[in-house]
């Protein structure tokens, strides 16, 4: 038996909340399941930039338009997980300069807003660039928040009656004859197992959408493309910095809250869990940064991650890597595979989720005899409501974090780790990487949700091992100091390596 | 002209100069910065767990002592010897007493004692006002102050609870938090708090607070914040006030228990003779052949100082103390441009792994005397010798042995480099 749903959504990432926020508004009654927590798949694992359009301007104009045009809404209704920083492209001696050419009137053609700005002035601006930077222009990119985009999205849709459970994945399919009725779900934690009933089925799994297509018994061509991206403990730059040439590798730095993202890599994987960088993929970004910024290699890095490009192939012919179109596709199974009550949205950008969420929102509507149309676009996301506050006692110094903004962040959560509210909240996420952090907000969590001393050693571990990860393949320079103190302060102050906590890795 | 330079003011740098200062050496301290007592625990761990894959302290030190010499020859323990361990620790408690901040234990015997998390942790060493046996308390109070967020006393009683009833033991544990209405304005750390109770009225606050939950058989853990010079007073008030024990605990850096012994330690040296040259890194040496005939130090106006002397100790705490520097390509000494072997594989997966972190292992390799040696065993360096972190073989933290290797290592260092100045 179980409950009933218009539409299942399957995939807390942005195109998941923004589908589910948009068909709540419509008045559809809706439930949206995530293995994990909500941005914990690529949408957690970017770059964190809201593209002007000006990156793919040349090659993928229909893709750069879009871009121009959800840059502008989501500067409307998403300024809260969003920083306007403006950013520069930026030619180099050794870069081509008829592409320069070509690339402006590429913007001007899709409406891309660049102007001009002299080398000696972008200097006085951002003076750790190389100086033998020939042309500059400025575009409207910006920095957006991943954890905090998708978050706003499904409280939007919540306070809409929508229902958004994490830690439960989509185990199987309901079906009757050529139409899927519903799906099997399992909690990734207790090992619970349910069902629900619907009337369709969104499948919004990025990266994971094949295996849920494999699931329900159609064949999805997802190409998974491994991205890897590093971590300044600083701004280096005010703005987003992109190189002016055809992308490439390692040629974007975003200013995200106290730090700064650098990558990126393009590189075909078979798995879309695969998120582990390596010291190779440092070491090449490096080498291709020190162009843009030549003191690069001093600088602290903090961490590195990747994430997972959910790149689809309708046929075999078509490019891969960064090839590959980043446009989106709408997929309709019943047209497609004979098989009613599903359809899959793949591909895309982040910076396009919202038109990825109309599109599939449109044909799930006209599926079922909804005629409202689509106001995503007009009406601000809701308020998450963990903002600084005056408090200035700071639990984490680096992102300037109170005790209340923390209460805020855990409430209505049964069960959560410190890497959700991390994602939340920017808890751990700056210079020192939890090293004090950690231990103050598992004490506190502890006390708060009056955890046994095993849930909050378990909290604790958990996220130490969980920042370590991210350390590992940058382990030199201030880093590998910094990772001393840390093991000083968990295995010899707190000897917590001997302490219980069950299992943490 | 000194006869001993000592690179590095941790606690294995201050031992060293200690060690040749009793052989009545003229002995120069330069260092770039403090050492890390000022960020770890004043108590000194020998071995608390070995081998590291065990879960339950360490019992009999000594036979785990024999056994490093031969599972583990690299081990500084086990390069230096039984004999070398006992004196240095017989030296270091008998300094601590003259400089009126005295120790107790023994290097033989593990001690348990609670840490922040409320683990029960091994140490072999304790400053004296903090010697006590937990088994003789029935009752214990936890204590945080909500103007400092480097201490949750809750957690730590929950674990403390669970640690004891594992091993049977039932006690009534109890946390409270109190409020000295100190600062609403920022969070205050272990420190700031230190010198805040160093005013009576503050202590007052404090004792009035807690007056009405403890009994002269209460045991009333709290965070190292009892003074930082005036300590024996701000305890020594406290306890008479309520009569009741008091046990400071470690926490989150800054370490006031590390400071009180690092400051009693450099206070000790000064009145002994021994100079300090603080706050300025040496930046290179001169050699002739394997002689060190020199350091270069790097003063305030750029300018390059060289001293000299006949021996030279190097306790500049490895990569957590910035002797040595990580770079993408390779490891490398920096003063004498040693390069330390580069590891394969830096990290384990797991952080807690049992078998430590090859990070934290790496370092210096040394022979008997404490030289540098290269890959085949050759000394690289004479009359230099290598101390504390700075010594490769062994991971302090999972095996709990920081401040006893660097307390060990450096005396020996000490005593070998004022020898060598004959
Ligand atoms: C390295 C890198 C850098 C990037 N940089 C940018 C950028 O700067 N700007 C930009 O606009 N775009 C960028 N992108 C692209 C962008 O991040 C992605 O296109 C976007 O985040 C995809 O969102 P999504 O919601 O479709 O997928 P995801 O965020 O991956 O969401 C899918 C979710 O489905 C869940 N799921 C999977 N299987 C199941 C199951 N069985 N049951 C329940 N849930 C399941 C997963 O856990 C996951 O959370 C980048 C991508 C990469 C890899
Ligand atoms: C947070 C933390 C907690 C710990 N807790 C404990 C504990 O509870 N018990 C325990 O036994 N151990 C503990 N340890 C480990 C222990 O503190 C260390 O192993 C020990 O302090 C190392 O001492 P050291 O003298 O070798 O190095 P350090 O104390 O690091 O001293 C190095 C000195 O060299 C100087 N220096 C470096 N480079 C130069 C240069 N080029 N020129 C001049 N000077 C230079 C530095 O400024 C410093 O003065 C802890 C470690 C940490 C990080």
Redesign the interface.
């Given at each position: 038996m179980g409950d009933n749903y218009d539409v299942v959504i399957i995939g807390g990432g942005a195109t998941g909340t923004g589908i589910v926020r948009d068909l709540a508004m419509r008045g559809l009654s809706c439930l949206l399941v995530e293995k994990e927590d909500l941005a914990t798949g690529t949408s957690g694992r970017f770059h964190g930039l809201l593209h002007s359009g000006a990156r793919y301007a040349v090659r993928d104009p229909h893709s750069a338009q879009e871009c121009v045009q959800e840059n502008r809404i989501l500067k409307e209704i998403a300024a809260n997980c969003l920083e306007d920083t403006g950013g520069y492209f930026i030619a180099l001696k050794e870069d081509d300069p008829e592409y320069i050419r070509v690339w402006l009137e590429a913007c001007r053609q899709v409406g891309v807003a660049t102007e001009e700005i002299s080398p000696s002035e972008l200097l006085k601006q951002e003076p750790v660039l190389h100086k033998d930077v020939t042309k500059a222009y400025l575009v409207p990119d910006a920095a957006v928040d991943g954890f905090t985009l998708a978050a706003a999205n499904a409280l939007s849709a919540e306070k809409l009656g929508a229902k958004v459970k994490n830690y439960t994945r989509v185990v199987g399919f309901k079906r009757e004859g050529q139409r899927i009725t519903g799906v099997f779900l399992r909690n990734a934690i207790t090992g619970q197992e349910w069902e629900v009933n619907c009337r369709l089925v969104i499948n919004a799994a990025g990266a994971w959408a094949g295996q849920i297509g494999e699931l329900a018994g159609v064949n999805l061509n997802i190409i998974p493309d491994k991205g890897v991206l590093i971590v300044f403990n600083h701004r280096i730059t005010g703005k987003v910095l992109n190189r002016l040439r055809p992308p490439g590798d390692g040629d974007i730095f975003v200013p995200h809250g106290s730090v700064t993202i650098f990558g990126t890599t393009s590189r075909a994987t078979h798995d879309p869990q695969d998120n582990q960088a390596t010291?190779e993929d440092?070491?090449q970004l490096?080498a291709e940064g020190r162009k843009m910024i030549p003191d690069l290699?001093e600088m602290r890095l903090i961490r590195a991650f990747a994430g997972v490009r959910p790149l689809y192939q309708a046929s075999d012919q078509e490019g891969t890597g960064r090839q590959a179109t980043r446009d989106f596709s709408l997929l309709d199974h019943e047209k497609l595979d004979g098989l009613n009550g599903f359809i899959s949205v793949v591909g895309g950008k982040l910076t396009t989720y919202r038109l990825m969420a109309q599109a599939a929102s449109d044909l799930a509507a006209q599926k079922l005899g909804n005629d409202k149309p689509c106001l995503t676009h007009l009406e601000p996301l809701a308020n998450l409501g963990i903002e600084r506050d005056k408090d200035?006692?700071?639990?984490c110094q680096c992102e300037m974090i109170s005790k209340g903004m923390l209460e805020k962040a855990v409430k209505g959560k049964e069960q959560f780790s410190l890497s959700d509210i991390r994602r939340l909240t920017r808890l751990g996420m700056g210079p020192c990487q939890g090293t004090?952090c950690t231990?103050?907000a598992?004490?506190?969590y502890?006390?708060l949700k009056n955890l046994?001393?095993?849930e909050?050693?378990k909290l604790?571990?958990e996220h130490?091992?969980e920042r370590?990860?991210g350390a590992?393949p940058v382990?030199?320079?201030g880093q590998?100091?910094e990772?001393?103190?840390n093991?000083?302060?968990?295995?010899?102050?707190?000897?917590?390596?001997?302490?219980?906590s069950g299992d943490?890795? | 002209m000194y006869d001993v330079i000592v690179m590095g003011a941790g606690l294995a740098g201050l031992m060293a100069a200690a060690a040749a200062a009793e052989l009545n050496k003229k002995v120069l301290v330069v260092a770039k910065g403090r050492g890390?007592l000022y960020?770890?625990?004043g108590y000194i761990?020998f071995l608390g767990?070995y081998p590291t894959d065990c879960?339950q302290p360490l019992e009999n030190v000594v036979e785990a002592l024999e056994d490093m010499v031969n599972d583990n020859p690299q081990h500084p323990y086990a390069l230096l010897g039984k004999e070398k361990v006992d004196q240095a620790f017989d030296f270091f408690l008998k300094i601590m007493n003259r400089a009126g901040y005295s120790y107790s234990g023994s290097w033989k015997k593990n001690r348990i004692y609670p840490?922040?998390?409320?683990?029960?942790?091994p140490t072999s060493l304790v400053p004296q006002r903090s010697c006590l046996d937990l088994a003789s308390y029935q009752e214990i109070l936890v204590v945080g102050f909500r103007?400092m967020?480097?201490?949750?006393p809750?957690?730590?009683a929950?674990?403390l609870?669970?640690q004891f009833y594992q091993q049977g033991e039932k006690k009534l544990i109890r946390a409270a938090w109190l409020d000295l209405g100190l600062s609403k304005?920022?969070?205050l750390n272990s420190y700031d708090l230190a010198v805040a109770l160093e005013d009576e009225a503050v202590r007052f606050r404090l004792a009035e607070q807690l007056r009405v939950k403890v009994s002269e058989n209460t045991l009333v853990i709290l965070p190292a914040v009892l003074g930082i010079r005036k300590w024996a007073r701000v305890q020594g008030d406290l306890e008479r006030m309520l009569a009741c024990t008091f046990l400071e605990i470690?926490?989150?850096?800054p370490s006031v228990t590390g400071m009180r012994l690092a400051e009693s330690l450099m206070e000790y040296l000064e009145q002994r003779g021994v100079e300090f040259q603080l706050g300025y890194p040496v930046t290179g040496a001169l050699q002739e052949g394997k002689k060190c005939t020199g350091i270069k130090i790097e003063t305030a106006s750029g300018r390059v100082q060289v001293k000299r002397a006949q021996s030279y100790v190097l306790a500049t705490g490895?990569?957590?103390g910035?002797g040595l520097?990580?770079?993408?390509g390779g490891i490398t000494e920096e003063i004498f441009q040693i390069k330390i072997e580069m590891l394969q594989e830096?990290?384990n997966?797991?952080?807690?792994a049992?078998q430590g972190?090859p990070?934290?292992r790496t370092g210096i390799r040394v022979n008997g005397l404490l030289q540098p040696v290269g890959a085949q065993g050759e000394p690289l360096l004479t009359n230099v010798f290598a101390a504390g972190k700075n010594l490769t073989g062994y991971d302090?933290?999972?095996e709990?042995s920081?401040n006893g290797v660097a307390l060990v290592s450096g005396c020996a260092a000490g005593w070998l480099a004022g020898k060598g100045a004959l």
């Open positions: 010291r440092v070491l490096l290699e200035k006692k700071h639990l004090f231990y103050r598992a004490g506190f502890h006390e046994t001393a095993q909050g050693n604790l571990k130490v091992q370590w990860k590992r382990l030199w320079g590998a100091q990772i001393e103190i093991r000083g302060i968990y295995l010899s102050l707190l000897n917590l390596d001997r302490l219980d943490y890795v | 890390n960020s770890a625990s761990d767990y879960r840490t922040a998390a409320g683990a029960l942790a103007e967020l480097d201490f949750y809750f957690y730590a929950d674990n609870r669970e304005e920022r969070e470690p926490t989150l850096p490895g990569i957590l910035g520097k990580v770079k993408p830096m990290s997966q797991d952080f807690f049992p972190q990070l934290s302090p933290f999972v709990k920081g």
